[in-house]
């Protein structure tokens, strides 16, 4: 069992930053793809950044410029630095992890989910 622990969000006015944190834990044998995915009020939980553990790194078109994912792959740490941020960031942002063990086991996990804020 793998077990996600986020940190990080709060409430920030338009144009400030947040750094998101989430650290995945319980299974050494897994090689961890990490990533961030959002729900606003009244939608559906959509995909913002993810990154595999060759650090190879991806962003929904309304993140790219402003988020920049990392990974620690040594702590199985995945941040989520955040500027210019919007009013229409503002949601729940959830941390998602993919475990795999060798080429035929993957289980997704994830995190708690932590708020995000943003005013106008």
């Known amino acids: 069992q793998v077990q996600l622990v986020e940190s990080g969000g709060g409430s920030v006015q338009a144009g400030g930053s947040l750094r998101l944190s989430c650290a995945a834990s319980?299974?050494?044998?897994?090689?961890?793809?990490m990533g961030w995915y959002r729900q606003a009020p009244g939608k559906e939980r959509e995909f913002v950044s993810g990154?595999?553990?060759?650090?190879?790194?991806s962003y929904t078109d309304s993140a790219k410029g402003r988020f920049t994912i990392s990974q620690d792959n040594a702590k199985n740490t995945v941040d989520l630095q955040m500027t210019s941020l919007k009013p229409e960031d503002t949601a729940i942002y959830y941390c998602?992890?993919?475990?795999?063990?060798?080429?035929?086991?993957?289980?997704?996990?994830w995190g708690q989910g932590t708020q995000v804020t943003v005013s106008s």
């Open positions: 319980g299974n050494n044998a897994c090689m961890y793809d």
């Open positions: 998602r992890t993919v475990c795999r063990i060798g080429s035929s086991f993957a289980h997704i996990y």
């Open positions: 990154i595999n553990s060759d650090r190879t790194a």
